[in-house]
């Protein structure tokens, strides 16, 4: 049956840039912000600093605040209005105080508040209207259609909420008591193109339609409450708010999140301000965030990180393992430890590029791929005992060499300068035999062929030779490499890795077959069916646990892929089916483009491939594993089944892929907060910040391995679930 295949088309692309006092700038100072084109002005005490594609110049003007209005720049430099233009600042008018705020009505009227009158320009002067209350911080002007018809707010930080109106002007009072106002202490207010007025204040977002009705803050399905500091409209419509937790739009009818360490360097954003292009400026107590965006293709994103695999993410002989950060946020500044899996990340990120070259016949794909399986052939040759694998190898140029468990770090007996990890598990040899399969069948010539039969077999020969173990050099089986059907059946201690284990063997087998041709893995293969029940053992692997317990979903995905694809027994294939739709029934909600990919390829059935491709889109470009704080806002569900296990709750539904915690897909994907605990009292309401879970702390110093993105999409494309 031909599958259909999605065409996802261009998305936005997002990504940013901090600035930050290494630039120049007074972090703790800023008054304001504005854009003039794509160049940035930022106000602060000193100076005016423009700030163009990374580059600073500071300008000798004492501006106190930015307007952007209509295309136009202006800044306030004390009692005096000026506009901008390329960086060259002309005085237009000179007040009695310090200039506030200005307008640009719907009707193009020109209105000016200072700190104590409004102000109406009139045939190129600016006329005092009517004076101001205590603390007045923000005006909008609807229109000047009618002497004495004006409709003007003001928002006051003690005061509240005001409108103009009467004869002899004065100021008509719209107070929480009395209207639907949500406080006295306004931030912020700004006209929509229909003339609803928007009111930013400490307790939240509502609208005001000029009469008498309210649309507030507990209306909006998932605003959250405190307080709203700043807005920015569009000329096209689209709202941009700054809050105590974050950035929120509104575009396109939706809602959507900028928060905490994927895109601030702070919650708390008081000035935000957008250029004609979309780039968004937030400024935080730690800097300003620069969010860019721009349109692009999953197949150019995966260019993008496959350029990053082979720059970022490989080390020595050409493994792939996640970069330690020296510097908070700063790829450049990494360096690459290795880990206790590089043989299975190696793999996955060999499948990843097996896949790539045959869709695309890329040479570069072909030498990732080629030096991804030298390198993992390399850790079964390099322990000397046949059939054995190393976790890893180090060499003596190496920061950490000869540091670590010395019982299971090794010197090479030919080599002093190396030295290789042992105690190697179960979740290494799912890395090796997936890749060995697929570069077989995809990339390699009759010579590589032969060296990967040849490889499987000395494995396979191994664990078969040590009763369905991996035995180590000490003679002693490893911890969790233990495929022996006595103790997965019948040993209570191995209840929860009955089925994964058994769907491990049973795949490895399979593919050992494959490579060889020799029929005595094939005979292994049914005996562990027939007199063991491993088949049935695979029909629910998945055991059921909260989604609290995640390292063996992926192993169980990567395995489930070359034992359907290698079974030719129909019947069996529908057992093995039963336990991957069980599986990914079980993991649907995540959204995950790996599971959910794995299971379009391998069976008929609907898997969800839209929301795969939008996971991959949502993936933010720099792979750092940046703290996260989501539990502001209100359209989270939780779930409190973690609770019955002693673990506290979690999401129901996991959050968008660029606001999650960046992990594999062997880590818990709904995690609310994460490295976020010090901002918890930031907002003026309680805020339910979850307790990060084991493994899933973030603080900006490590980056994720790309194949995330790269193995679900190159798979999807092989298998013709995507189309670009």
Excluded at 108 to 120: G, K, Q, R, V
Excluded at 237 to 245: D, H, I, L, W
Excluded at 356 to 385: C, H
Excluded at 548 to 576: C, G, R, S
Aim: net charge negative; charged share 25%; hydrophobic share 35%.
């Amino acid at each position: 049956m031909k599958k259909p295949t999605l065409n996802f088309g261009e998305f936005r692309q997002f990504d940013k840039v901090f600035i930050t006092a290494e630039n120049g700038i007074d972090v703790e100072n800023i008054t304001s912000v504005a854009f003039d084109g794509e160049i940035l002005y930022i106000a602060q005490p000193d100076a005016l600093i423009e700030y163009n594609n990374g580059k600073i110049k500071k300008i000798n003007a004492r501006v106190s605040k930015l307007f952007s209005k209509n295309g136009a720049l202006y800044a306030a430099i004390g009692n005096s209005l000026a506009e901008i233009k390329k960086g060259k600042l002309k005085k237009i008018a000179e007040f009695d105080a310090p200039v506030i705020d200005i307008s640009v009505a719907l009707d193009n009227s020109f209105w000016l508040i200072t700190e104590t009158d409004l102000y109406l320009l009139q045939n190129d002067e600016f006329v005092k209207t009517v004076d101001l209350p205590e603390a007045t911080v923000c005006l909008a002007a609807l229109d000047n259609k009618s002497k004495y018809g004006e409709t003007v707010y003001i928002g006051s930080a003690v005061e509240g909420l005001m409108s103009m109106k009467g004869k002899r002007r004065h100021w008509a009072e719209l107070l929480p008591d009395t209207t639907g106002a949500l406080s006295k202490k306004i931030n912020c207010i700004a006209l929509d193109g229909v003339g609803h007025l928007w009111v930013g204040s400490d307790e939240g977002l509502n609208i005001y339609d000029g009469k008498n009705y309210w649309f507030n803050g507990n209306d909006f399905y998932s605003v959250p409450d405190g307080s709203f500091n700043d807005m920015f409209f569009a000329a096209d419509g689209k709202k941009y708010f700054a809050t105590n937790t974050g950035i929120i739009t509104l575009v396109e009818g939706k809602i959507s999140y900028y928060s905490y360490g994927v895109w601030l360097m702070h919650p708390k954003v008081t000035k935000i301000t957008v250029s004609d292009k979309g780039t968004i400026a937030a400024v935080t107590p730690r800097g300003i965030s620069l969010i860019t965006s721009k349109d692009m293709t999953l197949e150019e994103k995966a260019a993008h990180f496959d350029e990053l695999a082979v720059k970022y993410f490989t080390r020595n002989e050409g493994y792939q393992v996640t970069r330690a950060l020296r510097k908070y946020g700063d790829m450049d500044s990494g360096w690459l430890p290795n880990s206790d899996n590089d043989g299975l990340f190696t793999g996955v990120y060999c499948a990843s590029q097996c896949f790539r070259y045959k869709v695309t016949g890329d040479k570069k794909a072909k030498e990732n791929a080629k030096k991804a399986v030298e390198a993992m052939i390399k850790l079964t040759e390099i322990t000397g005992k046949p059939g054995f694998t190393a976790r890893a190898t180090r060499y003596s140029y190496e920061e950490e060499f000869g540091t670590g468990n010395r019982e299971e770090w090794h010197i090479c007996e030919d080599n002093p300068d190396c030295e290789w990890l042992g105690e190697t598990s179960s979740d290494e040899m799912t890395g090796h035999y997936f890749a060995y399969g697929i570069y077989y069948d995809l990339v390699a010539d009759k010579k590589e062929k032969e060296k990967i039969a040849k490889v499987v077999k000395t494995i396979t020969d191994h664990i078969l030779e040590n009763n369905f173990h991996l035995c180590d050099v000490d003679g002693v089986p490893t911890t969790w490499a233990n495929w022996e059907p006595e103790l997965l059946n019948n040993d209570d201690r191995w209840f929860y890795e009955r089925g994964t284990n058994s769907l491990e063997i049973l795949s490895f087998l399979k593919t050992t077959y494959h490579v060889t041709g020799e029929e005595k893995y094939n005979e292994v293969y049914e005996m562990l069916i027939k007199k063991h029940h491993y088949a049935m053992n695979c029909m629910q692997y998945k055991y059921e646990d909260g989604h609290v317990a995640h390292i063996d979903d992926q192993l169980d995905f990567i395995n489930i892929y070359p034992l359907i694809m290698y079974t030719d027994d129909a019947a069996q294939k529908e057992i093995f089916k039963m336990g991957l739709t069980h599986h990914w029934g079980y993991e649907r909600t995540e959204r995950s483009p790996f599971f959910n990919i794995v299971y379009g390829a391998l069976t008929s059935n609907s898997c969800d491939i839209e929301n795969a491709a939008k996971s991959l889109a949502e993936m933010n470009l720099d792979l750092v594993r940046w703290p996260v704080y989501n539990s502001h806002r209100k359209d989270l569900v939780w779930d409190t089944e973690q609770e019955e296990r002693g673990i506290p709750a979690q999401l129901k539904y996991p959050v968008e892929y660029s606001a999650r915690v960046l992990v594999h897909y062997d880590g818990n994907q709904f995690v609310c907060d994460s490295g976020a605990e010090e901002f918890v009292d930031i907002n003026t309401k309680d805020v339910n910040c979850t307790l990060t879970l084991p493994s899933t702390n973030a603080n900006g110093m490590r980056a994720q391995m790309p194949y995330i993105f790269l193995l679900p999409y190159w798979m999807g494309r092989y298998h013709g679930l995507l189309g670009d």
